[in-house]
């Protein structure tokens, strides 16, 4: 499909990019560690060395003058720095894949819409070949009389079809069943059966009667009208 190629094309380049940002985030996840224990390590020596002026008497607890040295706040700096570069790489992958999750959802609405239609036509040829077939069966044309209709005849068998195609509400059906047709049907022959065909199933054959065949319904009524 035109969509899926198209869509393809654009996300094949993604797994090289995520690998990209991924191993820079990684790099600076190895420098940012590095640069905090050192930056503990300084901050812990200069505060015993703060913790031993205090004791000497060099500096009172409550100078202003007790601060880390300007190498220290500058890797604590470097550190924020780091951990932010970090962050805006994380969300650059993110809005990434993002981008082609949205994508996808437009490609896959695209394709609902064209599968929407095609089921429209595929349903709308199906009733138009239905009323072609009924028409050359001679089921209701006038051309062909009951008398001189054939007793059975085979309809095609429905096909699997993976797509699940609407029902087509004007296709006629038949049989005790009320279903369309299919398979190998029959036809009563009393002339004023009200369902006229009936699937072999339905009816409990296996193969084509000899001689004449009506259905319980009518057969039933025939024999209530011989025993008045």
Known sequence: MAFLDEFLNHIASLPSELHYKYAHMRDLDKKLQVLQRQNEQRCEHEMEEIRRGAESGNIRPDTSLIRFSNETLDEQKHCTSLADEKVSLAVQAYDMVDTYIQQLDKYMKKFDEDLRRERELAGASGASENAGSSAKSGRTSESSSRGGRKKSRVAAEPQNMDL??????????????NQVSYGEMIACDNTYCKIEWFHFGCVGLKEQPRGKWYCSSCLGLQKRRKGK
């Open 164 to 177: 699940d195609l609407p029902v087509d509400p004007n296709e006629p059906t038949y049989c005790f069943c």
